[in-house]
């Protein structure tokens, strides 16, 4: 039965990319900048208080209990996940929503694809964390019970319905298609799954440093919120919208955690 379980909370956050990808069948224009800002600002709430609750706590609570150092995995994990982020953002060429000029290094990715590569970019840590979190719930070596496993999934999931309609309407128009449009988004969310499954295949090496690994996943969501997301829904006007949005999306996400963990 875990394992079933185990099976949807990994899916989970691919099926919210899936489905919001699927918008661009049912819209006919573009998502409006207003509430283009207010689904970033969500995206940025419910990654920060994912990082926060199902990530650095559960990281500090394991430290402890096994009687080291309660700061230190968390810490160094935590800023290991921001540098590793930055590494990937400065070596993968990739194309942000905002902006017409591309990030990393130099290649001759078609607009399309470069916009793709941005958002497979951070949805590595998420699938990492989703991994991570449930790798601690099956060999139980964390202090993290299913429910809470499944919290984050979904809220991961409910910040990810917005995230795969935002990357796939742009793209209807430079696709040229909205069925290519939708395979585009559908394959940026491909690497959550993978990256949590790859994880999981790996906990019995990694499970010494699984305090370290949780707090990693926090640093690299972290480094996303703040390069990307927060950037991307305070540009232009009415930057107070995508302010709103990450206080619905912290508090959404922030009540899954502490409701069901």
Same mark, same amino acid.
């Given at each position: 039965? =875990? ?16 489905? /919001?990808?699927?918008?661009? &069948?049912?819209?006919?224009?573009? =998502? ?8 970033? /600002?969500?995206?940025?709430? #419910? ?12 990281? =500090? ?6 009687? /080291? ?8 994990? &935590? ?7 930055? %590494? ?26 470069? %916009?793709? %590569? ?5 949805? *590595? ?8 979190? &449930? ?61 949590? =499954?790859?994880? *999981? &295949?790996? !906990?019995? !090496? ?15 969501? *972290?480094?996303? #919120? ?21 206080? *619905? ?8 955690? #502490?409701?069901?963990?």
């Amino acid at each position: 039965m =875990i394992y079933a379980d185990v099976l949807y909370g990994l899916l989970l956050p691919f099926l919210g990319t899936t489905l /919001g990808a699927a918008m661009v &069948f049912f819209l006919r224009e573009d =998502i409006k900048p207003s509430l283009q800002k207010l689904l970033l /600002g969500f995206a940025s709430g #419910v990654m920060i208080a994912a990082s926060v609750w199902s990530l650095l706590i559960p990281s =500090i609570n394991m430290a402890t209990a096994s009687g /080291g150092v309660a700061w230190v995995p968390a810490v160094t994990g &935590f800023l290991a996940g921001m540098f590793a982020l930055l %590494l990937l953002d400065s070596l993968v060429p990739h194309l942000h929503l905002d902006s017409s000029k591309p990030e990393g290094v130099k290649s001759n990715f078609g607009r399309s694809a470069m %916009l793709v %590569l941005a958002v497979t970019l951070h949805n *590595i840590p998420e699938g990492m964390a989703v991994g991570v979190v &449930f790798a601690g719930v099956m060999t139980q070596s964390a202090e993290l019970s299913m429910a809470a496993a499944m919290a984050l999934s979904f809220g991961i999931a409910i910040q990810n319905f917005p995230e795969g309609a935002i990357v796939s309407m742009p793209l209807k128009n430079s696709a040229r298609s909205r069925s290519r449009a939708f395979a585009y988004g559908v394959a940026s969310g491909v690497v959550e799954p993978v990256a949590a =499954i790859i994880t *999981i &295949f790996l !906990i019995d !090496i990694l499970q010494p440093i699984l305090p370290f690994l949780l707090a990693f996943a926090a640093g690299a969501m *972290i480094y996303v #919120v703040v390069e990307e997301l927060i950037p991307e829904s305070q540009s232009g006007a009415h930057s107070n919208i995508g302010t709103i949005g990450v206080a *619905i999306g912290f508090a959404v996400m922030m009540l899954l955690d #502490v409701a069901l963990g």
